[in-house]
């Protein structure tokens, strides 16, 4: 009986392990999806994937998960949105990025610590993007490159908008 409980508690446990690890290909697809979703509605274009900027987004999410195990803006170049969770909630990253929202005035538009991944994701002039993404004991490391970058002291009020009513 002893040995019963002990393999069903290791079954279980491999469960866990398993159904905790994340389908990159499709949090990739999804982030994109959730991305544009939000420029829609703040009407801004779509981006697309550019792969060249995905492969380099790649490397910096596998050298944060594996090198420094936390976040770091690279020197790239590019617009960076950076973000780490647990496996079983990386789907509502973009959404954390956007809900910044709740902190920017429209009325008064310009750049701060607060609003940095919200203006980012919506910003008019980013046409492309690239998503890193890295799983490490549980964690998911993400990096979002954005080209051209945005976040520009003084073209705030050209390129964030309300959202449409």
């Not at 973000?83 to 750049?111: C, H, L, Q, R, T």
Request: aromatic fraction near 14%; include cysteine.
């Amino acid at each position: 009986m002893k040995f019963l409980l002990i393999c069903i508690t290791f079954l279980v446990i491999i469960s866990a392990l398993v159904s905790a690890t994340v389908n990159i290909k499709n949090l990739r697809q999804f982030y994109l999806n959730e991305t544009n979703k939000y420029r829609a509605l703040h009407q801004v274009p779509i981006v697309t994937v550019n792969t060249t900027i995905q492969k380099g987004a790649q490397d910096w999410a596998n050298y944060l998960a594996n090198t420094i195990q936390s976040l770091k803006h690279s020197s790239s170049g590019f617009g960076e949105n950076l973000a780490y969770s647990s496996s079983s909630i990386a789907n509502n990253i973009v959404k954390m990025w956007y809900d910044e929202v709740k902190y920017y005035d429209f009325n008064k538009p310009g750049f701060t610590s607060k609003t940095g991944h919200f203006t980012q994701l919506v910003w008019k002039n980013s046409k492309q993007v690239g998503f890193g993404i890295t799983e490490k004991n549980g964690i998911v490391y993400v990096v979002c490159r954005y080209f051209p970058p945005g976040n520009y002291l003084g073209q705030f009020e050209k390129n964030v908008f309300p959202a449409k009513k």
